[in-house]
């Protein structure tokens, strides 16, 4: 097996005797890449001779070369009708369709779940480790987004989709038994876990693209604001909050079905500039006076990677931004508001300009390399080997008691 080459001497390969150990990664599916693919690669990294099993694929070539594999084995989904657009209309088929890959020659099975990956089968002689970036939300907390989107919050459609989730909901909590160990993104996905599954999670942050500039870039005049433009990502409360501070300057990067509107509702001082490659992000993200998020996140990769640009945060206080910002002390990094509605973000912001000076653009940086991908590798690849030695020591005592009866 080769291992990237930071992770030498780390990763324990002998699995019986005179075999290496076999490894099996699956992710939940493959259409675009974002934060959870990023963890993909960085434990393909790892484990670079692992298969990859998703529901489907529809990834580029470069784009799987990116990832850092050639080709992964996909379900029955793969072959669904308009399936990029509309994946979400296949979530009832998706327990079943996780449930029907063959991982039983494997070894260690690794899963980068967000949705159903953990619900894979395995055996009693196989360690199932699981990283679950979140419970699935569409069947969780954000049931009621899910169902709005959709065109099913009303109606006899609505009734089907909420018994459709609610046996989805059970299915997950029963699938939670699976894994052997489960790993998470944060703390605050952690008390998620433990609250939904009943199950401890050992947190190992995930893995930020960091900014690869030499010098830290002076502030402009502006502030930025970039995700999707969706409801849950709550861009329109800082749209409003701008629109009543008329001499700060605000850059929303993003589209989505919410553009036109939160366009049509703008100041003159708010500019939509719409999708922008991540280079021209970056020099957004660089450049801002502060970097401003209204979500609740699981944990907040954007948030990482504008400190790591040199830009203060400000955000809202709750998820996994109360774990990525620093608030207090000498190298703050950011300010938190308490809630995503315009006074809140508004009064957040004056605060921020008000002490602007006080907040250190180096100190942003230095706090987001705590989270580079070099530290998610030896940490995952550590917290794997002490399940693997957990594994066998369990297995070796089962073979004495049998023995001994």
């Not at 890449?33 to 670079?48: D, M, S």
């Not at 909050?241 to 001082?269: C, I, Q």
């Amino acid at each position: 097996m080769r291992t990237h080459a930071s992770l030498k001497g780390l990763i324990k390969l002998p699995w019986k005797m005179g075999t290496a150990m076999r490894v099996g990664v699956v992710h939940d599916w493959l259409y675009t890449i974002g934060g959870a693919e990023q963890v993909l690669r960085e434990i393909l990294k790892c484990y670079p001779d692992a298969d990859v099993f998703t529901l489907f694929d529809l990834l580029e070539v470069e784009e799987r070369r990116k990832l850092g594999f050639e080709k992964a084995r996909t379900s029955f989904l793969q072959k669904m009708p308009m399936l990029a657009r509309h994946h979400r209309s296949y979530l009832p088929l998706m327990g079943i369709a996780i449930e029907q890959f063959d991982l039983s020659s494997y070894d260690l099975v690794i899963s980068s779940s967000h949705a159903v990956a953990k619900g894979v089968i395995t055996g009693p002689d196989q360690l199932h480790v699981a990283y679950v970036h979140s419970p699935m939300r569409y069947a969780w907390d954000l049931q009621h987004v899910y169902l709005k989107e959709g065109g099913y919050d009303s109606g006899v459609k609505s009734l089907i989709a909420r018994s459709i989730l609610h046996r989805m909901r059970l299915w997950d909590v029963r699938t939670a038994n699976g894994p052997d160990a489960i790993f998470t993104n944060s703390q605050f996905v952690a008390r998620r876990v433990k609250k939904i599954y009943g199950r401890d999670a050992k947190v190992i942050y995930p893995p930020v693209t960091l900014s690869t500039r030499d010098a830290i870039l002076p502030a402009g005049n502006h502030f930025l604001a970039t995700s999707r433009l969706v409801p849950y990502k709550r861009i329109e409360p800082i749209v409003r909050a701008f629109n009543a501070m008329p001499d700060l300057k605000l850059v929303v990067a993003g589209d989505g079905p919410e553009a036109v509107r939160l366009k049509k509702l703008a100041g003159p001082n708010v500019s939509f500039v719409g999708f922008v490659p991540d280079k021209r992000l970056r020099e957004l993200m660089a450049t801002a006076r502060a970097f401003v998020f209204a979500a609740e996140e699981d944990f907040g990769i954007v948030l990482v990677e504008a400190q790591s640009e040199g830009a203060p945060v400000l955000a809202l206080g709750r998820g996994g931004a109360r774990e990525s910002i620093a608030t207090s002390g000498l190298y703050a990094t950011g300010m938190y508001f308490e809630n995503a509605d315009p006074a809140s973000i508004a009064n957040c912001v004056r605060s921020f300009v008000a002490r602007e000076t006080t907040i250190s653009r180096a100190d942003c940086r230095q706090r987001a390399a705590f989270f580079s991908a070099e530290r998610f590798r030896r940490q995952f690849v550590s917290a794997v080997n002490e399940e693997l030695e957990r594994f066998h020591a369990n297995r070796q005592g089962r073979s004495l008691q049998r023995l001994i009866a």
